[in-house]
């Protein structure tokens, strides 16, 4: 248990399906993230909320769509995405400025 | 933008000592290091702040330098339990980190 969980730990989904991952801390952190991690890739920033405001939107397609109802909870909203949209997501949280961060465990999404 | 880590991996055998570097060509606030195992999430190391310092971490140690927008992760007596891929973050602005493509450090007995 790392102080961040994250549900679903595994999701298989049809490009016409829709889904959603969720995201839980209660380490009291000021900013959550959310995170793809590919084989052979850097970790790629896909969403930075910051006290429950949206700070950042990497070039995300909007397929992806995120929601941060409160500072604890994150969710991610998939639709009709592509299998190369298979990856590990990752939710992070960090207090602020100069702390590093928590990381949940991921949900290992494949797309088919 | 994306720092450069080198080497992309290194083999030791148990109490060896090694070295993994991160550059950027960015200026820095501050340089974050992650150890993450197969299959399990990214584990947050030590973070330093510009200013120079170095930290430790019990047999794992850090350094920054910040004219050079470098930072080394230093690993001494290494054991088998610091198998796993090293990742350096960098931080150029509020919240966001950037990362290194990763250093996998196996560890043999």
């Known amino acids: 248990e790392t102080g961040v969980t994250q549900t679903p730990r595994h999701l298989v989904m049809g490009m016409t399906n829709k889904k959603s991952l969720k995201c839980e801390q209660h380490?009291?952190?000021?900013?959550m993230y959310w995170y793809k991690q590919s084989a052979k890739k850097p970790l790629e920033l896909m969403f930075v909320y910051n006290f429950k405001e949206q700070t950042e939107n990497n070039s995300v397609p909007s397929r992806f769509s995120p929601e941060c109802p409160n500072s604890s909870h994150l969710f991610l909203h998939l639709h009709t995405l592509q299998p190369e949209d298979s990856a590990l997501y990752l939710c992070?949280?960090?207090?602020?400025?100069?702390?590093?961060?928590?990381f949940g465990s991921g949900t290992r999404l494949t797309v088919v | 933008q994306q720092p450069v880590q080198s080497p992309q991996a290194v083999i030791l055998r148990e109490g060896e000592d090694a070295v993994i570097n991160c550059s950027s060509s960015k200026a820095l606030y501050s340089v974050h290091w992650y150890r993450q195992k197969h299959g399990e999430a990214p584990v947050f190391l030590m973070i330093l702040l510009k200013g120079g310092e170095q930290k430790g971490h019990e047999k794992i140690s850090a350094s920054f330098n910040e004219k050079k927008q470098q930072s080394s992760l230093y690993l001494t007596a290494s054991q088998l339990s610091y198998s796993g891929t090293y990742f350096c973050?960098?931080?150029?602005?509020?919240?966001?980190?950037?990362w290194g493509a990763g250093t996998k450090l196996i560890i043999k007995p």
């Open positions: 992070a949280s960090s207090q602020y400025r100069g702390y590093g961060y928590t």
């Open positions: 973050g960098t931080e150029i602005s509020n919240y966001q980190l950037i």
């Open positions: 380490l009291g952190h000021n900013a």
